[in-house]
Nanobody, 124 residues
């Protein structure tokens, strides 16, 4: 069982940066693939980024490549999402998620545990 708590969201202007954090409980954090997803009002939840157990492999949605960076610190049971050059279309609730095995999956139904989400709002 893994419990996830996101933090770091807020209201920023276009071009600004934010770093989201996701703190996980449990002793086996390092064995989970971690992902970030987002959901804007009226839209489906979409994949943003994922990172492997050891942090050596990552996967990104095309629209965030070059702007967002996912990383993890297994010693702190935390995964991060550094978001640079934010755009109004990045506005959404951001969720972190964990899955126990497999690939860096982009489909949310393949993740087993979810946080409650943190709001990111980017004004133009």
């Amino acid at each position: 069982q893994v419990q996830l708590v996101e933090s770091g969201g807020g209201l920023v202007q276009a071009g600004d940066s934010l770093r989201l954090s996701c703190a996980a409980s449990g002793r086996t954090f390092s064995s989970y693939i971690m992902g970030w997803f987002r959901q804007a009002p009226g839209k489906e939840r979409e994949f943003v980024a994922a990172i492997s157990w050891g942090g050596t492999s990552t996967n990104y949605q095309d629209s965030v490549k070059g702007r967002f960076t996912i990383s993890r610190d297994n010693g702190k049971n935390t995964v991060y999402l550094q978001m640079n050059n934010l755009k109004p279309e990045d506005t959404a609730v951001y969720f972190c998620a964990a899955r126990g095995r497999g690939a860096l999956e982009i489909r949310p139904e393949y993740y087993d545990y979810w946080g409650q989400g943190t709001q990111v709002t980017v004004s133009s």
